[in-house]
């Protein structure tokens, strides 16, 4: 069949991505936002080569970019080189959405805040995330400036000076102790604006756009997502639904827990007693006996609540597991939990249904860890990997399978066929054509050689025409794969090189 217009209509289902806000394309950046991004990239740092993407980049989730560094200690080493902080750093994305930290009573638990160990609380400036913004900068273990008052003298040098006076309707300046103080804690306030940002908080995974019904999981995401709410009880800390308003599940309930985590022998920290401050004190005078208090530890520096502090000795904060498997390629080395113990997905799956069955290494902190809700499990292997591939889908970035209705000269096609894809071999997309003569429930699959799904690029109800569906094999590795239609009684399968 040929067609002599080509008339490309855009089908209600790509409309209905267009309007959906949740999951929508990253918008512009406000002033406000943008000044935050500057300063959130810029080397503000002394000696000057660290910014905080140097331990929270978007490549990588937000989250440290090395895959040396995570395989091992996991820990990022300071602007001064030698000199390094004790933890993991966890992601900066959907921090800005933590509760301001705080007692509950109701649940009798502690909820909120930035960090492991929620120290960030965001009593300051009304955010954790932005409380929390105000560290780094100053911290000897990470850019170690001299002081706040250095910080704001390279903002002033920035190139981006003009717009912190377009933002904030004056020069930076810091005359004295009070302006010093407003100017810096403004400094907080932009990177928490760019961290809430929907470029930084896209909610723009596969996930995101199952929950909009605009794709659907593959069987085994599926049966990860039911294990994950069900027998694994994983989303008990990491809820997985909507909010009472329809708010995207940030898998987080912002609570503390003692998973049992046992230590990261590789954690550059316990070398720290080698090392030391300006002042001449050691980084960590306890050396390789240092164990990280966790929430406990916060909880004991705060007269209100130090009575709570044995309780809560080797707790973390549950962290979001949106973009856990982010990554810049597939072999890419990430690290999980605040010590960066495990190192794969695999892994730490295997230690919530193994820890009490399996020969694992004692925990950290052995007071306060959670008996209850994890170590005997009982899964299958194959039940890990589809709790696996569940979490896979919560990445940032997926590139919705676009489908577009191709009108002929007002004719509906007379005969079903699914065409060979073009180009082909293709590198990353290709275009899939095929035609329907009657209405029908069409599923259009991509799978690999080994017979696995990777991708279903349509699962609906369509009327009769010629349709257009681009697909964009993204991180896939190279090979051949199989597109099959299903539609009506038809069948038909074509073969699709992928040559990156
Ligand atoms: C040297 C590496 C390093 C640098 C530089 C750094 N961070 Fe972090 N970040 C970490 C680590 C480690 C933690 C966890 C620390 C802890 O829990 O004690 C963390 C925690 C965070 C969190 C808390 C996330 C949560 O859910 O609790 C946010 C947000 C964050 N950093 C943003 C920033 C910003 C903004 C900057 C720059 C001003 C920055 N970081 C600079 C390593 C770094
Ligand atoms: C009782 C609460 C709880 C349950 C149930 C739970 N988690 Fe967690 N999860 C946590 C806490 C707390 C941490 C951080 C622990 C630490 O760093 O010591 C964590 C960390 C993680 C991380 C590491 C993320 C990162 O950025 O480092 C992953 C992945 C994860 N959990 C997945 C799961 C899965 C999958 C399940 C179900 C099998 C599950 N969790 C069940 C509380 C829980």
């Known amino acids: 069949m040929s067609f002599k217009t080509v008339i490309v209509i855009t089908a209600a289902f790509v409309l209905a991505i267009a309007a959906s806000a949740a999951a929508g394309p990253p918008s512009d950046l406000t002033p406000m936002e943008q000044l935050g991004k500057k300063l959130f990239f810029d080397k503000i740092s002394d000696p000057d080569w660290?910014?905080?993407?140097?331990?929270?980049?978007?490549?990588?989730?937000?989250t440290g970019p090395i895959a040396g560094i995570n395989m091992k200690g996991a820990v990022y080493r300071g602007a001064v080189p030698v000199?390094?902080?004790?933890?993991?750093?966890?992601?900066?994305?959907?921090?800005?959405?933590?509760?301001?930290?705080?007692?509950?009573?109701?649940?009798?638990?502690?909820?909120?805040?930035?960090?492991?160990?929620?120290?960030?609380?965001?009593?300051?400036?009304?955010?954790?995330?932005?409380?929390?913004?105000?560290?780094?900068?100053?911290?000897?273990?990470?850019?170690?400036?001299?002081s706040k008052?250095?910080?704001?003298?390279?903002?002033e040098d920035s190139k981006y000076a003009k717009l912190w006076e377009q933002v904030w309707g004056e020069p930076i300046s810091y005359e004295d102790a009070a302006e010093i103080e407003m100017n810096y804690d403004r400094i907080g306030l932009a990177i928490a604006a760019y961290e809430a940002?929907?470029?930084?908080?896209?909610?723009?995974?596969?996930?995101?756009?199952?929950?909009?019904?605009?794709?659907?999981?593959?069987?085994?995401?599926?049966?990860?997502?039911?294990?994950?709410?069900g027998k694994a009880m994983c989303s008990a800390c990491h809820p997985s639904e909507p909010g009472l308003g329809g708010e995207p599940p940030l898998f987080t309930d912002f609570s503390y827990d003692n998973l049992g985590v046992p230590k990261n022998p590789d954690n550059p920290f316990y070398e720290m007693d080698e090392v030391f401050l300006d002042d001449g004190s050691p980084i960590n005078p306890m050396g390789s006996a240092w164990i990280d208090p966790g929430l406990g530890g916060f909880l004991q520096t705060r007269p209100e609540w130090s009575d709570l502090a044995a309780e809560n000795m080797g707790k973390h904060k549950v962290p979001t597991l949106r973009n856990v498997d982010k990554r810049p390629g597939?072999?890419?080395?990430?690290?999980?939990?605040?010590?960066?113990?495990?190192?794969?997905?695999?892994?730490?799956?295997?230690?919530y249904n193994t820890r009490d069955v399996e020969i694992w290494p004692d925990p950290e902190e052995p007071s306060n860890?959670?008996?209850?809700?994890?170590?005997?499990?009982?899964?299958?292997?194959?039940?890990e990997n589809a709790i696996v591939a569940f979490m896979k889908t919560l990445s940032d970035g997926y590139r919705l399978p676009q489908v577009k209705t191709i009108a002929s000269d007002q004719q509906s096609p007379t005969s079903y066929n699914l065409a060979q894809n073009y180009p082909n071999p293709f590198n990353p997309w290709t275009d899939i054509q095929y035609d329907i003569p009657q209405?029908?429930?069409?599923?259009?699959?991509?799978?690999?050689?080994?017979?696995?799904?990777?991708?279903?690029?349509?699962?609906?109800?369509?009327?009769?025409?010629?349709?257009l569906v681009r697909w964009d094999a993204g991180d896939l590795a190279s090979g051949m794969y199989f597109c099959t239609i299903d539609a009506g009684d038809f069948r038909k399968t074509t073969k699709m090189l992928l040559m990156k």
């Not at 509950?104 to 932005?130: C, H, K, M, Q, Y």
């Open 83 to 146: 000199r390094f902080g004790n933890r993991k750093p966890p992601s900066a994305a959907y921090a800005t959405l933590s509760p301001i930290f705080h007692y509950d009573d109701v649940e009798s638990l502690f909820i909120g805040g930035n960090f492991w160990d929620g120290r960030a609380t965001g009593e300051r400036l009304g955010n954790p995330a932005a409380d929390q913004a105000l560290g780094p900068f100053l911290n000897p273990v990470e850019q170690n400036n001299a």
């Open 330 to 351: 597939g072999g890419f080395g990430k690290a999980y939990a605040h010590n960066g113990f495990f190192k794969s997905l695999k892994d730490i799956v295997h230690f």
């Open 50 to 62: 660290m910014s905080c993407a140097t331990c929270h980049d978007p490549d990588v989730g937000w």
């Open 149 to 155: 008052q250095a910080v704001l003298e390279q903002v």
């Open 197 to 229: 940002s929907s470029e930084v908080n896209p909610f723009s995974s596969k996930y995101d756009y199952y929950l909009e019904g605009m794709v659907e999981l593959t069987e085994q995401e599926e049966w990860g997502l039911e294990l994950f709410n």
């Open 369 to 383: 860890v959670n008996i209850d809700e994890l170590g005997d499990l009982g899964l299958t292997d194959a039940e």
């Open 439 to 467: 209405d029908a429930h069409v599923t259009l699959k991509v799978y690999n050689v080994l017979g696995a799904e990777v991708a279903t690029l349509v699962d609906t109800y369509q009327t009769a025409n010629s349709y």
